[in-house]
């Protein structure tokens, strides 16, 4: 297992243990609890739960593809075209139901990857991406929230 598959799986759930429900993060406009919650929609599109179609041009597929795989981060705020300039409440009564819930999510991706690692499934963004390319697209997405809430230096 690679060391982004690694924190995918495991490391970044750990770094949430101390997370105050309620922290705000060094940009955005969701709070601990709620960044938890997003992360679960995240990986519910990458384990094939929820289905989205791409609204990315498809002649910029390519080229959102290689950021993907590429070592470059998210930029504070990035903005999801998806989602409002408010955010989605969390749903669940605590945080150790919203953490408990994200990995369930992140196990159903490693079980849907399981015993084949080319299969594709869409991201509204980036296009089809197999194994390979949702684990560097999940990894830089925790990464980028780990460090919206100072999880990460």
């Known amino acids: 297992m ?4 690694k ?3 495991n490391g970044f759930l750990a770094l ?6 309620k922290a705000k993060g060094q940009w955005g406009v969701m709070n601990g609890q709620e960044m ?3 992360m679960s929609y995240a990986f519910r599109q990458a384990n094939g739960k929820d289905t989205y179609e791409l609204v990315t041009p498809a002649e910029n597929v390519e080229r959102m593809q290689q950021f ?5 981060e998210f930029k504070p705020n990035t903005k999801n075209s998806l989602l409002g300039e408010v955010a989605i409440p969390a749903q ?5 139901d919203s953490i408990q819930e994200l990995k369930e999510e992140i196990d ?4 849907y990857f399981k015993n084949d690692k080319e299969q594709v499934l869409m991201n509204p963004f980036f296009g089809a991406l197999n194994y390979e390319k949702w684990i560097a697209l999940l990894y830089k997405h925790c990464v980028h929230h780990a460090k ?6």
């Open 92 to 96: 669940k009564n605590s945080m150790h």
């Open 36 to 38: 938890v919650e997003h």
């Open 2 to 5: 690679t060391d982004k598959e």
């Open 16 to 21: 949430l243990t101390n997370l105050n429900p």
């Open 68 to 72: 993907v795989m590429s070592d470059k």
């Open 108 to 111: 159903a991706f490693f079980a």
């Open 148 to 153: 919206q809430f100072d999880l990460l230096k």
């Open 7 to 9: 924190f995918v799986r």
